[in-house]
């Protein structure tokens, strides 16, 4: 095997041709040092997707997918150009190189500050992620079963309505560099879900709620065994439920929050404000800058003590989950603490942004959605870390006077220096005296993000430590998708302003 190299069970799904892959890329490296280039990257490969959507008891949706192609990005005299297309061949990449040139002789005229990239070291490796069963080997008619069978779960059990919904992806990928890196790599995702409604026919009214099964770096087995058939029959029973659930109040409460909505505060108001691009404002266009500033690092207290969010593209079935990234960076890199014991202590950042805010190194966050998309700074997977004594969810409650306990996301919204924010969940149960009691409806919990994780005053321990995740995180003009797990123990939170939404409602 060569240097560097690493390999997971599931390496036999590499489905392109290796060695048209890498003489492309030498064709592309060779072409750029020939023209002068200081710096050239190339990615290459295809991008596979599947999804399939079922209403009830009839199968409304199939469809799949595959973009091949490749990018290349060149560095020249401090400006980055960059070319991508969907196709693989020898003139499609010279030409590709060419262009990419002049894209960066183009933008040095007005390239305010040059770009500087560190040295990165070569890597020759190959890695595939541990696979069990390749959802792309599943056929079609085993898939749309499952998802009429969910649905039969949840209209057995009381539901009116079930839509149930499989999404699938693979990418494979070679990444190659001037330096000498040449990594061939590969993973797969899958996200199985589901939304159910009753209705209440005598006063007008409906409840839903989705599934709480998160998406995962994994195969069909996954599907398989995450339990969606016994969830759709208890959300059934839960949906109705919230039908005559008493609405919440609208007022400042305690707050304990399941790794279940927890996950998604984290993506927007933590993982979204510390991505340099979007704090030097490269990012705009799509869902804003951020309220974090540089000289903010190393002395902004951004939560209490008991907070510490890690990033890593280590954990086991993590959707960010991979062994280099988009810039060639190892996954070691990406092994970082974004807040540590509340102190804010490092940015996300891709090739050729550590050097405008006086740093040595980026950290492996660059992530390109497609073969010929541009690499941007994308999130690592990034998690609050448990607590380190025992702390149960019940003890977390044990010191609740008057609170509300949430579980599962629901609507959400924040503004676009990701500091405002208000969300929603899937189910809301009142707290009182120490114990969870009755269910609520209509509620979501409202604040500004410093506030919020200043307020955060118990934490769970490893056994309440859940990996979630979204499936497709959105950013950029043109839009990228990206994949991104965030884990999380229970936790809670003091004096946190609670919304009645279904104030003023019929």
């Not at 070291?121 to 898939?143: I, R, S």
């Not at 009381?158 to 993973?187: T, Y």
């Not at 409906?206 to 599934?211: E, I, L």
Request: proline content about 4%; aromatic content about 8%.
């Amino acid at each position: 095997m060569p240097r560097g190299a690493a390999i997971g069970r599931g390496a036999e799904s590499f489905a392109l041709d290796r060695q048209l892959l890498f003489d492309l890329a030498d064709i592309a490296l060779d072409a750029a040092r020939r023209a002068g280039a200081d710096y050239a990257d190339i990615r290459l490969g295809e991008t596979r997707r599947e999804r399939l959507l079922a209403r009830d008891g009839r199968l409304e949706e199939v469809g799949e997918s595959a973009q091949s192609g490749f990018g290349v990005r060149v560095l020249r005299a401090g400006s980055w150009g960059f070319f991508g297309a969907a196709a693989l061949s020898r003139q499609a990449v010279l030409d590709g190189v060419e262009t990419a040139l002049d894209n960066a002789r183009a933008v040095e005229p007005i390239q305010s500050r040059p770009i500087m990239i560190e040295v990165l070291p070569a890597f020759e490796a190959e890695w595939a992620m541990p696979l069990g069963l390749d959802p792309f080997g599943v056929e079609t008619g085993v898939k749309a079963d499952f998802l009429l069978s969910v649905n039969a779960a949840a209209r057995d059990a009381g539901a009116d309505f079930c839509l149930s919904s499989f999404a699938g992806a693979r990418e494979e990928r070679l990444f190659a560099s001037s330096i000498g890196s040449r990594i061939l790599q590969s993973r797969t995702r899958v996200h199985p879900q589901f939304q159910v409604t009753a209705i209440d026919k005598d006063v007008g009214r409906f409840a839903t709620r989705d599934s709480l099964a998160p998406a995962k770096g994994a195969g069909w087995e996954y599907v398989a065994a995450c339990g969606l058939l016994e969830e759709a029959s208890e959300a059934a029973s839960e949906a109705r439920r919230k039908l005559r659930a008493k609405a919440a109040e609208s007022r400042i409460r305690d707050i304990v929050i399941d790794p279940s909505n927890l996950f998604l505060t984290i993506h927007e108001t933590v993982g979204h404000s510390t991505e340099l691009d979007r704090v030097l404002g490269w990012e705009a266009n799509f869902a804003g800058t951020s309220f974090v500033k540089p000289d903010m690092l190393g002395g902004l207290r951004f939560g209490s003590e008991l907070m510490t969010i890690v990033a890593d593209r280590t954990q086991e079935g993590g959707l960010a989950t991979i062994a280099f990234d988009d810039d060639g960076a190892p996954a070691a890199a990406a092994d970082f603490a974004i807040v540590e014991k509340g102190l804010f202590k490092n940015f996300q950042m891709a090739l050729g942004q550590a050097h405008l805010i006086g740093l040595d190194r980026s950290n492996g966050c660059a992530y390109a959605d497609l073969p010929y998309s541009f690499p941007i700074q994308r999130m690592p997977n990034i998690s609050l870390a448990p607590n380190s004594n025992r702390c149960s969810r019940e003890d977390l409650v044990a010191d609740v006077e008057d609170g509300v306990l949430v579980v599962g996301t629901g609507s959400w919204s924040i503004d676009q220096q990701r500091d405002n924010f208000q969300f929603g969940g899937q189910l809301f149960y009142e707290i009182k005296n120490g114990a969870v009691g009755d269910m609520l409806r209509g509620a979501a919990y409202q604040g500004r993000t410093l506030e919020f994780w200043n307020a955060l005053d118990g934490l769970g321990d490893a056994s309440t430590y859940r990996l979630n995740g979204t499936f497709t995180c959105g950013k950029a003009e043109p839009m990228q998708l990206a994949p991104v797990s965030h884990g999380a123990p229970v936790a809670r939170f003091r004096r946190v302003q609670i919304l009645d939404t279904d104030a003023g409602a019929a």
